[in-house]
């Protein structure tokens, strides 16, 4: 069983199209993220929520819309892609939110590639 | 401002030596510190973890050291094995802050050599 899925794994699209990521945990945790690995192979965080509120928009361009349906689900929308927007997009989940840290469980990613 | 830093980006080591990777972080705050192994086409997962109370942490063949005066953290794997060849990512966060921000490092890429 899958604890963390994302969907498309792979997305080649052009320049200025419209797509969505989509993410599920069935791990019933209160937490989930996107992260973005650049062509630099650094991982970096984007957004995060918490039982469907927004806790963390690190500065991401506003292009970039995640809507979290219920506490399961974390999609991540982007307008008008960029060439810049080419990079793996990580969903992960964690049972934060009950007073302790605990690991990030990651998806196994979405390598998108905008031409 | 990269606040976790892993300086080398590859290491290769024998089949049943020791591997020792390194993180260094510039943010006192951080209090829980995490090492994650990466294979391609797959997302990281979870190794160990270390609490800023305690200066080692073990886990059969893994073990993390924390020296907070100096801000750096190793993972030792013992014995090394080719099945550990992958990217090693090293990620801090802090307890309190109420945002449950993970900071990761770039990455370091262990080869094992049979």
């Known amino acids: 069983d899958t604890a963390v899925s994302q969907t498309p794994k792979y997305l080649v699209t052009q320049m200025g199209n419209d797509k969505s990521i989509k993410c599920e945990q069935n791990l019933g945790h209160d937490t989930m993220y996107w992260y973005k690995q650049d062509s630099k192979k650094f991982l970096k965080i984007m957004f995060s929520y918490n039982n469907k509120e927004l806790i963390i928009n690190e500065t991401v361009p506003n292009r970039f819309s995640p809507k979290s349906p219920d506490k399961a689900h974390l999609n991540l929308h982007i307008n008008s892609l960029e060439l810049g927007d080419s990079a793996v997009y990580f969903c992960?989940?964690?049972?934060?939110?009950?007073?302790?840290?605990?690991?990030?469980?990651f998806g196994n990613g979405t390598r998108l590639t905008v031409t | 401002d990269q606040q976790v830093k892993q300086n080398s980006p590859s290491l290769s080591v024998q089949e049943g030596r020791i591997s020792i990777l390194n993180c260094d972080y510039t943010n006192s705050m951080f209090d829980y510190f995490l090492w994650y192994k990466k294979y391609p086409a797959e997302g990281p997962t979870f190794l160990i973890s270390i609490s800023s109370i305690k200066d080692k942490n073990e886990d059969g063949r893994f073990t993390v050291f924390l020296n907070k005066s100096a801000k750096h953290l190793s993972l030792h794997i013992v014995p090394s094995q080719p099945g550990d060849s992958a990217v090693y990512f090293c990620?801090?966060?802090?307890?309190?802050?109420?945002?449950?921000?993970?900071?990761f490092g770039t990455g370091t890429r262990l080869k094992v050599l049979a």
């Open positions: 992960a989940s964690s049972p934060q939110g009950q007073g302790y840290n605990s690991p990030l469980h």
């Open positions: 990620a801090a966060s802090t307890t309190n802050s109420g945002t449950y921000k993970y900071i």
